[in-house]
């Protein structure tokens, strides 16, 4: 979708700044002090557990404005408005987005503080694909908040405590594009370096900054201490303004008050270190008080001005929620072409069928066999070009961790695909046209893209480097104007094939060490175009490859399937000290007999590494590990024509799903990916489900649910499943399910067993809560539990008539309560 709003440059000279000395801190010349807790103060302050704190900013705005005061005593600087969960979703009717903002900005203004900062929290569903909210949903209730907190008048819109890339996009896109405040944004990190959705500080910080927002960091979550080395990594790939308001430690119960482990003396010596690293604006968050505020403000007057100096030079950086793709001048990042609908009539007929998962699969292949990007193009001339083309990003982006680049001649194809995508995309690409820079440019600034600049202009592709370079200056020059600095361009110096120009060749090698030393970008190329003519294609491909690397290339668009332009990648990372004590290339070549030595069968290449994981493309196993629930359905078919439905699932389902939850558990999958390899098996169940029709119903009736605060339920689905193959009645009552609801249902329905399945550890107590409850109103109903976090002697431990360590035995279970 093309955004209706008028693209402006964003600078601070185009922003609505308070004062000076907001000024000073925007651009990093001052420190700024914001406030601490709210949730804690208001705690204190006796608020009911469970009462919504953004409705006190209308029923006692005098409580608010108390707290408020006890900061700017302190020493804070900003209050942040009581508004946190304020928006239409979390509000449900209870009062308008307006005037709660409106109500809070006055109880905060009426404080004396000298700035006050919109605040505005995580919408509190997931959004797609891992939840239901859609990109444009979440941006209008953004937007709503936005437009709501600039009219009370409030100096700064604070974005924070995010733990997904994609929400955070929503919310500063919103911010940009409805008011003209700084804006800040933090998002928050589990003790393991990422946010709940695997997202590390470095692609935060690099997304946010190419947003274009005013001042990132980090809050909530963890204590000072443990964030300074996340706020580090920020640091380092950023100029702007790092903002760190941290809890006051960790939170343990005491009583019936929640606690947390650090003194304001510790908080105020953690920050004092992290002002010594160049962060220049601190606060607080859960568990910190005016007493926490007051030592800061101690600590931050004994301190001389910021320095954080010279800004060194950035890199090129293309990324996606949890991995990145850096162009240092060191590294090279290999794009995968394979894509692109031209010339391949499986990928043509897939798009045309709406066939996303062969796509998805193009895409797992390349990841396997090393590209760093994916190039994705789908255009074809009879096809809806924008929809398809977002609709592929969104599939890649929920299966691959790789970052993608949009390539298309359609600027509204690539807007509606860049808007959405989560992380930096690159965009592939702008030409010297004017009509292209004016259509792309825009576009890429607005949505913190990278570009690929094609050195082509209205009188086509030059002859010589010169020209070339010429060209790919004039975009490098108009793209700064949009705020897009070299580091942020891929001059591509276009190849021509050897056949017909010999020469050719030459002026692009000559064009690309050109655009890297003179111009300070980076530079892609298609290489296989050079051997458009000629015989054995594949040689002539990765010499010119070895050669253009030699000359500067660092983002090579290539097949990664061919075995030879792998070796060049390989072996050029060694030689170019890329790749460090060799320990990449030891490992790929180290057991295979050398296939370019004399004698040896070079044309064969060294043998392509299948994949990641261990099993074959095909398996079953690999598509649940990667996520390919398209293809799971003919897959689990196919195993269905020699293997039993239950070995299918105990032999091949579940051991996935188990490596998955190791690999998680390592750290080498994320949550995402988790999901998708979740969504795969459950395509896989579907077609098992069918296969296995449910017996006739004899009206002995089971009540199913996986237990609250879980969400696991493939495990329950595969008892329900069973049970009604043995001829259950199964009331599934679904997961995340309360106990009232459970015990509703037992009366309602009349049933004698009660199946519960719980997953984690945090949710036992949960099951535990259930069976106590259905015992005790519902006595004679036995109740059954299973779930991979269970043992027979916990079961017992928490009231359960029965353990059920799998689907079978839940069945012979429910067979002995009903007699057989
Ligand atoms: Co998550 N998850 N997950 N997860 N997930 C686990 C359970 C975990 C062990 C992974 C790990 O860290 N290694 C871990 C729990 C750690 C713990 O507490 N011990 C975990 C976590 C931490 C989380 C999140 C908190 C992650 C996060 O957000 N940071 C989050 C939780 C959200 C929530 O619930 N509030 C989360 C989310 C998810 C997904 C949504 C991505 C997805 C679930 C999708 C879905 O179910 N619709 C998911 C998945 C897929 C897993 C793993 C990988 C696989 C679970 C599974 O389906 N197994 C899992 C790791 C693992 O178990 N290896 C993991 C296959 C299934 C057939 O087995 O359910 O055990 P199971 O069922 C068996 C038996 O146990 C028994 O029969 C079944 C068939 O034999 N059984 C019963 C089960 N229920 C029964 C009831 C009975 C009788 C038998 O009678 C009534």
Known sequence: MTNPIPFKPRALD???????????????????????????????????????????NLSDPGAITRIHEAYVQAGSEVVTTNTFGANALKLDGAATVEEVFAAAAAAARASGAHYVAGDIGPLGTLLRPLGTLDFEEAYELFAEQVRAAAASGVDIILIETMTDLSEIRAAVLAAKECCDLPIFATMTFEADGRTFLGTPPEIAART????????????????????????????????????????????HAEGDHTVYDITPEAYAAAVSSMLDDGVTIVGGCCGTTPAYIRQIADVLRAKSRPSRGEHPDRPFAATSAQKEAVLDGRSIAVIGERINPTGKKRLQQALREGDFAYLVGQGIQQQEQGADILDVNVGLPDIDEPATLARAVEELQAATVLPLQIDSSDPAAIEAAVRRY?????????????????????????????????????????????????????????????????????VDCLVMTASTNQRQALEILHAVSLCRT???????????????????????????????????????????????IMDVIRSYRVLNAEDEGSTAYIERYADAPDPYAAGGTAHVGAPAKAQASSHAADSIEHLILTGRKGDMPAATRAALETLEPMDVIGNHFIPALNEAGELFDAGKLFLPQLMAAAEAARAGFDVIRERVPAAAATGRGVCLATVKGDIH????????????????????????VAPETILAAVRERDVRVVGLSALMTTTVPAMAETIELVHREAPGTKVVVGGAVLTPDYAAQIGADYYAKDAAAAARICQEVFGG
């Open 518 to 564: 003179r111009l300070g970008v980076h530079c892609a190329l298609g290489v296989s175009n050079v051997s458009f003519g000629l015989p054995a294609r594949g040689l002539l491909n990765a010499t010119f490859l070895a050669a253009a690397l030699g000359a500067g290339l660092d983002a090579p668009i290539v097949n990664p399937a061919s075995a030879r």
């Open 422 to 490: 989560t992380g930096i995309a690159v965009i592939n690409s702008v030409n010297g046209t004017r009509e292209s820079m004016d259509a792309v440019l825009p576009i890429a600034a607005r949505y913190g893209a990278n570009i690929v600049a094609l050195t082509l202009d209205e009188q086509g592709i030059p002859e010589t480097a010169q020209q070339r370079v010429r060209i790919a200056e004039r975009i490098v020059t108009e793209a700064a104007r949009y705020g897009i600095a070299p580091h942020r361009i891929l």
């Open 208 to 251: 946010l900054d190419a947003l274009g927002v005013e001042a990132l960091g980090i809050n909530c979550s963890l204590g000072p201490a443990q964030i300074r080395p996340f706020a580090q990594r920020m640091l380092a790939v950023t100029d702007k303004p790092v903002i760190v308001q941290a809890n006051a430690g960790l939170p």
């Open 14 to 56: 185009t922003l609505r700044i308070a004062d000076d000395d907001l000024r000073a801190a925007l651009e990093g010349r001052r420190r700024l002090i914001f406030d601490g807790g709210m949730g804690t103060m208001l705690q204190a302050a006796g608020l009911a557990a469970g009462a919504r704190p953004e409705l006190i």
């Open 713 to 736: 339920d493939i495990g329950k689905n595969i008892v329900r499943m069973l049970l009604e193959n043995y001829g259950f009645t199964v009331y599934d009552l679904g997961r995340d």
